[in-house]
């Protein structure tokens, strides 16, 4: 498995040149923007300046002759539209923004950068001096200029090779995470072992049960269609598994073996433990690329990346900061898929590969490889991973408010499943997590009976006592779930009263929990009018417990 040094340096040499510019080669609105000036910017809103109008639409951009209109072209931002060439024929402008308030959470001590965003008119409210969309350059990325004279801490960008990723940046995320961040520790209530875990050794190929206090490395990927009926060998234990193996496997074991780890994991065939594998598992990494797992990780042993755009003018060199990781791993296959959406939740540590570059995320935030800190030390300067603020996964502990069980729900609905019938089982580890909890949330058939403690009580009439709501009552509300958009579609062979048994995304809200405008008291009362019968396949009816028995 080890990448021979030839190769190694080979590709290490991939990155994209930066294109020198002259005068000639820029058209008379690039010649004529100070970028010496721009770059001495102190920008202190959050919503950037506009700095001026390019005078050319997106389209003109991109088939300009000049190679910095060619450059800004490749990195225009666009907000939402329904209709995509109209928004393609408003003229571009430049804007210059905060480093520091564009990336990170808190206002450190580094040097802040100035950075040239390129959007169309329609991404500024010239009246309120601010984005109309927040983040739409999220979708496109940044400019940035390289500056090796700076001699204080400060953000910059990192040039990446399009065929060689340095696993040094993953060792750093990696260190700096068991370091820092109490949050990505491991769950209280997770036991201790999984039960018959298998593992893969990186050394041999082989599947061996895992030894014990094993620290493995697990695998996030998109299987692809199933292999045609009849083409299956039989399992030869004595055989590395890694023979005729995908190679995204393959380039994962190179990856895991580089960051010195011994094992790794693959959930293929341990689907009812995977909440408690992702949860033990030390990292995660995760292919968020390509069609099928044949593709390989970007940036590993030949599988190429997408070229990082970058041009040189004068003492500036401008290179992209690379879209947002929300925006790359967002358009995915992998981010389509039912399995992988339980795989992300419960991992504490993953390492993201997309066609552009890799992204650490752990529980507390996350770290483009494009974007780093130099920091001066010994005449020497140092570089860092930098920590950045709301990374591609938002939503990760489905324990912590049992209120936000449909936010998973709705979340996980909107995927894909090759078999439908899939769908309670490829959300099972989140439900199960759930009803572990301080604060337990059961469901039957995936509609959850949130506890009696999180629904507003109501007020008994003949007595004047509060209540809490029974199961019943619960399980009546967890039924009032509906679609975001209709769609009529059954899916598998669920029963028509549970959303698993529709295509289609849920909403994250349940209609029965009272609002503001309706009283907790003509809610239930509606409510107790309702009979519940819930019959088993052997015809037996199945009742609705107290509270203290279903725990």
């Known amino acids: 498995m080890e ?45 950037g300046k506009l700095l001026l109008n390019l005078g050319a639409t997106l389209e003109q951009l991109e088939a300009s002759p000049c190679s910095l209109c060619n450059l800004f072209g490749s990195v225009a931002a666009s907000p939402r539209a329904t209709d995509e060439s109209s928004t393609r024929a408003v003229e571009c402008h430049l804007y210059a923004f905060s480093a520091k308030r564009t990336f990170l959470r808190d206002h450190t001590s580094f040097l802040d950068t100035t950075l040239l965003g390129i ?125 005729g193996c995908p190679k995204v496997i393959t380039d994962s074991i190179y990856v895991a073996s580089a960051l010195n780890f011994e094992y790794a994991e693959d959930t293929h065939r341990q689907i009812r433990q995977m909440n408690q594998i992702y949860m033990k598992a030390e990292k ?38 690379l879209p947002h990781p929300a925006t790359t791993i967002g358009y995915s296959k992998w981010a389509t898929r039912g399995w992988t959406y339980q795989e992300v939740i419960f991992s504490r540590k993953r390492l993201v590969f997309t066609d552009r570059q890799v992204f650490f995320e752990c529980n507390t935030g996350h770290c483009p490889e494009s974007l780093q800190v130099i920091v001066p030390s010994n005449n020497m300067l140092d570089e860092e991973p930098l920590m950045c603020k709301d990374g591609a996964f938002f939503f990760k502990t489905p324990e912590a408010h049992p209120l936000s ?27 199960r997590v759930a009803e572990e909890s301080e604060n337990p949330v059961y469901q039957i058939k995936g509609v959850p009976l949130l506890p009696p403690d999180w629904l507003p009580p109501y007020i008994r009439e003949f007595d004047y006592v509060m209540i809490q709501p029974t199961p019943k009552e619960c399980f009546l509300v967890g039924l009032t779930w509906y679609h975001s958009a209709p769609d ?23 209609l029965g ?39």
């Open 3 to 47: 990448q021979p040094s030839s190769q190694q340096e080979e590709t290490k040499s991939l990155t994209l040149p930066t294109i020198p510019l002259t005068q000639r080669s820029l058209c008379e609105t690039c010649k004529n923007i100070d970028l010496d000036s721009i770059f001495r910017m102190e920008i202190s809103s959050y919503n």
């Open 119 to 243: 959007g169309n008119v329609a991404a500024w409210d010239t009246k309120k001096a601010k984005l109309t969309e927040e983040g739409c350059f999220n979708k496109t990325g940044y400019l940035c200029s390289l500056d090796s004279k700076i001699e204080q801490p400060h953000i910059t960008v990192r040039q990446l090779s399009l065929g060689y990723f340095d696993t040094n940046f993953a060792k750093c995320c990696i260190e700096d995470c068991e370091k820092n961040h109490a949050r990505c520790k491991p769950r209280k209530r997770i036991q201790d072992s999984v039960r018959f875990l298998k593992v893969i050794d990186c050394k041999t190929g082989r599947v061996v049960p895992a030894p014990a206090e094993c620290k493995y490395v697990a695998l996030s990927y998109v299987w692809g269609p199933p292999p045609a009926a009849g083409r299956s060998e039989p399992f030869d234990k004595s055989r590395s598994v890694l023979d």
């Open 513 to 551: 929990v009272p609002d503001r405008e309706t009283s907790s008291n003509q809610q239930y009362s509606q409510l107790s009018q309702v009979d519940v019968f819930l019959e088993i396949q052997a015809g037996e009816p199945l009742y609705f417990h107290r509270w203290r028995e279903l725990s």
């Open 405 to 431: 069980i449909m936010l998973y729900v709705s979340n996980f609905s909107k995927r894909e499943l090759t078999f439908p019938e899939d769908r309670l089982n490829a959300i099972a580890g989140i439900f």
């Open 284 to 321: 995660t990494i995760i292919a968020a690329t390509g069609e099928d797992s044949h593709h390989g990780l970007p940036g590993i042993r030949g599988t190429l990346r997408k070229p990082q755009p970058s041009l040189k003018s004068g003492k500036h060199t401008l290179i992209s900061t």
């Open 488 to 510: 009529r579609e059954t899916a598998g062979n669920q029963a028509s009263w549970t959303w698993a048994g529709w295509n289609g995304q849920v909403s994250d809200y349940l």
